[in-house]
């Protein structure tokens, strides 16, 4: 006797899904999608990002690696291992790390962060080939470039230099352990100022002032390149299968583009993470004369062009620790709602919010952080808000740059840690002056990366569907009154930075003699 209703057939065998890896400067995720775009299972892993000495920003990069893996090993158990068709990478730009002949570390990871190489950038920037070294590596001559990292260890660290087999990136360092393969993609490397742009290949002169050679760096590799598989360590750590595919994959902020679903003329991309930036994709590699805009690689045909800063949400960490250190370890919520008792202004106080120097526009490691206009009337809550109000105005400064290089901005799309806040996001579309767009659910650089992984693999035709699988679920519009406020306090702002050039350099020359600790026998 047949049963009532239809006969239940055979399960559908679940999408398949590409983990897309995002390795940052604070944490790791790894995201699991389809090629719907659904977000199927994800997971997170912290380090710390050490300052061993003002000036310095450094991590451990077997840290990160493990980091890498317990994220893979927590998405593969949530997913199945079956049900992975690859692996795709995004990475944080502009890091150094030195390796022995068997791959083993000779130096700190040294990220973008460290300022180190000042004084050897701001001499290849002064000098007469600077801003055409720019033009055709397309990464700014600033201390965040492994370029100047490079000089900076020429000149202060010979001996380890003459040790050191192969300098790189912190991508290319986990791909060597996870894959036995040591190769770099276009796109971190068009954000070391080593590559020159036009031919995708290590730049003669750049290659002279770092002091290394072709042979000293990773093969270099499109975006897209599939590597073989893991390596028989890294399949049984991950619980993948050792012929699981291998994207390459790109650096952090391109990919955010992707990520965001900015991938057409005219859309810009907004991060406000540890640091922060401003990007837009073109068909073809721009620098503006004046110097002012990074361009680097995203895919065959594809290029970013716009601005970073180093000073996003580590501000905010550093107002909680340095303003409010009795709200504990996780002050963000509290200090934002002081900030929010606050109008737009701050009451007159401006910050320079360049606590780790500053990169966009002016691309110069001289400025650091100040509070200007202070008065006795000012307390906590106008501190912690002209802080926030101080990365958007950098922000503003970028936006700037870009229209002046002749882009179209007629959209912003916004993603980052800053984005789960009402008020930082009604901020930034005030001192923008623009509508700013959200896509909640996307982690823009590791959904980026798995985008990019499924174009490689051929699960998409192109990245292009980007545009369509990332929706705006929420809009925030300037609102008039705050956003005159700021647009009449960015020319106040910007005049800050020349103004104080002089006390900031002179500041420099000083700081040896001026220790942030007193000595052991003044304790």
Not at 57 to 82: F, H, K, N, T
Not at 134 to 156: A, I, N, Y
Not at 441 to 446: A, K, N, P, R, V
Request: charged share 20%.
């Amino acid at each position: 006797m047949s049963p009532a209703g239809p006969q239940a057939g055979p399960a559908e065998d679940p999408a398949p899904v590409v983990i897309g890896v995002d390795i940052g400067t604070t944490a790791t995720k790894a995201v699991a999608f389809t090629a719907a775009g659904e977000l199927v299972a994800g997971a997170s892993a912290e380090y710390p990002l050490e300052e061993p000495r003002p000036g310095r920003a450094e991590q451990d990069p077997e840290l990160i690696l493990g980091a890498v893996l317990e994220c893979l090993r927590s998405v593969v158990r949530e997913v199945g291992a079956p049900r992975v068709a690859g692996l795709s990478f995004s990475a944080a730009m502009h890091s150094l790390l030195g390796l022995s002949a068997d791959g083993r570390p000779l130096t700190p990871l040294v990220t973008w962060a460290d300022a180190r190489a000042g004084e050897q950038a701001e001499r290849l920037r002064a000098g007469a080939g600077g801003l055409a070294l720019h033009r055709r590596t397309g990464t700014p001559v600033h201390p965040m470039s492994p370029l100047t990292k490079l000089v900076w260890f020429r000149e202060e660290r010979p001996q380890l230099c003459a040790r050191v087999a192969c300098w790189a990136g912190i991508k290319e360092f986990v791909l060597l352990r996870l894959c036995g393969e040591l190769v770099t993609d276009h796109s971190v490397a068009s954000a070391t100022g080593l590559m020159n742009l036009q031919d995708l290949d290590w730049d003669a002169e750049a290659l002279e002032l770092a002091g290394v050679t072709p042979a000293r760096l990773p093969r270099l590799v499109p975006t897209t390149e599939v590597l073989p598989g893991l390596t028989a360590g890294a399949a049984h750590a991950t619980g993948l299968p050792a012929a699981t595919p291998v994207v390459v994959g790109a650096g952090d902020g391109p990919l955010a583009n992707l990520g965001l679903g900015a991938v057409r003329p005219g859309v810009v991309a907004c991060s406000i993470g540890t640091s922060g930036a401003l990007r837009v994709v073109v068909d073809r590699p721009v620098v503006d004369p004046r110097g002012q805009v990074f361009c680097y690689a995203l895919t065959p045909g594809r290029w970013v062009v716009g601005g970073a800063v180093n000073n996003g949400g580590v501000v905010l960490g550093w107002a909680g620790d340095a303003l409010a250190p009795e709200l504990g370890d996780e002050p963000e919520e509290e200090l934002l709602a002081l900030a929010e008792r606050v109008p737009a202004g701050a009451g007159g106080l401006v910050m320079l919010p360049y606590l780790l120097g500053e990169r966009a526009p002016r691309w110069t490691s001289v400025p650091r952080g100040a509070y200007v206009g202070l008065t006795r009337a000012h307390r906590r809550e106008h501190l912690v808000r002209a802080a926030l109000e101080g990365v958007c105005q950098q922000l503003a400064l970028v936006l700037d740059s870009m229209r002046a290089t002749g882009l179209a901005v007629e959209q912003v799309r916004a993603t980052g840690g800053f984005a789960r806040s009402p008020l930082w996001r009604q901020l930034l579309a005030d001192v923008l002056g623009l509508d700013v767009r959200f896509a909640e659910g996307h982690d823009g650089s590791g959904f980026g990366a798995a985008l990019l992984g499924m174009q490689a693999l051929g699960l998409v035709a192109s990245v292009d569907v980007a545009a369509e699988l990332v929706q705006v679920d929420a809009t925030v519009r300037p609102r008039p009154a705050d956003a005159a406020v700021h647009a009449a306090l960015r020319p106040v702002f910007e005049g800050l930075h020349d103004a104080l050039v002089p006390a900031f350099t002179a500041l420099r020359q000083l700081a040896p003699s001026l220790p942030l600790e007193p000595g052991p026998g003044l304790r």
